[in-house]
């Protein structure tokens, strides 16, 4: 990288939208730290009933536990500003998928006092509250699916539309109160590879504020099982020419060692020529992990994009948008000197305040 890029990347908050790897192995945090990673979005539970998503949860916190001095468990904006100014690494969980719900929407308190704070509301395939992009017929949001909507809405949990199929997608943004993601994927424009969205869902979600997080994966980058960080630059311009650059964000989808029996799991429904092409895509060249994000800091750079640009993309939209989606119905006003002592007041801070969800007592 250029010295302007190296600077760039360091100064600027940068956040993963979504990531998939396996963060019990140790070395995935080595690898956010050496990419300069602010915050990253974790898929704690996806296709998961309740139990085991629990206790995902569970091996999660104590993992935060014994790396304490390492990383800030994200419960609100002003963790990510935490995580900044202390040089640790902001952890956001996430689901990828509604299964953990089951059929009770009391779930969703539950696992919103847990930290959960997006949940994507299916797979790939048809749950209680939607349908998958990979089933025949799309049969759109069902009544309880659309009450999830309204509860994730009064709780500040964010709706993720990544794996929905496509009218599952349109009809979650209408009835949406607030502004919805799609944090890993890429438009059809640019490839249409099933994963890929409709462009006009994408132009209806930015219309209503959502945010588009870039996908890294290979198979939605190209025709082949192969791809290069070129590629996925390329896939971000496409994006911000369609959306507008305030609606784009990283969602790389790294899913760096993961166990085979959990890719397994993930390809449930999957043709065997499916399943193949999945296990055969290789990483994209010059961007094969998270330990290499500043490679897109440089990359967007080397461009053209302006500087304020850049840190919009690489972090600053997806903070604008985690601090607007995460309050609570009922909010009030914190300044920021109320928060913990650790972090330095007002360093590189674009916020004088910030509204965060009052904490339920």
Avoid at 224 to 243: F, M, P, Q
Avoid at 306 to 332: C, H, I, T
Avoid at 352 to 361: E, H, I, L, N
Wanted: net charge negative; hydrophobic share 40%; proline share 4%.
């Amino acid at each position: 990288m250029t010295s302007e890029a190296t600077r760039l990347h360091r100064e600027s908050i940068i956040i993963d939208g979504l990531n998939a790897s396996h963060f019990r192995d140790p070395v995935i945090l080595q690898r956010l730290e050496a990419g300069g990673v602010t915050a990253v979005q974790l898929t704690v539970a996806a296709w998961h009933g309740r139990e085991e998503t629990i206790e995902s949860i569970a091996d999660h916190y104590a993992i935060f536990e014994q790396n304490a001095a390492r990383v800030v468990p994200v419960y609100e904006v002003a963790d990510i500003y935490r995580a900044k100014t202390t040089g640790r690494v902001g952890i956001i969980q996430g689901f990828q998928g509604g299964e953990p719900i089951g059929d009770n929407l009391k779930m969703l308190a539950v696992y919103c006092r847990l930290g959960v704070r997006v949940i994507q509301l299916t797979y790939n395939a048809t749950n209680l509250i939607g349908s998958g992009y990979r089933v025949t017929e799309d049969a759109g949001l069902t009544a309880f699916g659309r009450e999830a909507i309204a509860e994730m809405n009064r709780l500040g949990i964010i709706v993720d539309l990544s794996h929905c199929g496509d009218r599952t997608t349109r009809e979650a943004i209408d009835a949406s109160r607030r502004p919805v993601s799609i944090n890993h994927a890429n438009s059809r424009r640019f490839y249409d590879g099933l994963r890929n969205k409709d462009p006009e869902a994408l132009q209806a979600l930015a219309a209503k504020g959502g945010m588009v997080g870039a996908i890294a994966f290979a198979p939605t980058l190209t025709a082949g099982r192969h791809a290069t960080l070129e590629d996925y630059l390329r896939a971000i311009d496409d994006l911000v020419d369609l959306i507008g650059v305030d609606h784009v964000g990283l969602g790389p989808d790294f899913m760096e060692e993961m166990p085979r029996a959990t890719a397994e799991g993930a390809l449930k429904g999957f043709s065997a020529e499916g399943s193949s092409a999945f296990f055969s895509a290789r990483p994209l060249d010059g961007f094969a992990s998270v330990s290499e994000m500043g490679s897109v800091t440089a990359g967007l750079l080397a461009r053209g994009y302006s500087p304020d640009d850049v840190r919009k993309v690489v972090g600053s939209n997806w903070l604008r948008f985690y601090e607007k989606s995460w309050r609570a119905e009922s909010v009030r006003e914190v300044p920021v000197s109320a928060e913990p002592s650790d972090r330095k007041a007002g360093q590189n801070d674009p916020f004088a305040t910030v509204s965060v969800p009052a904490r339920q007592s």
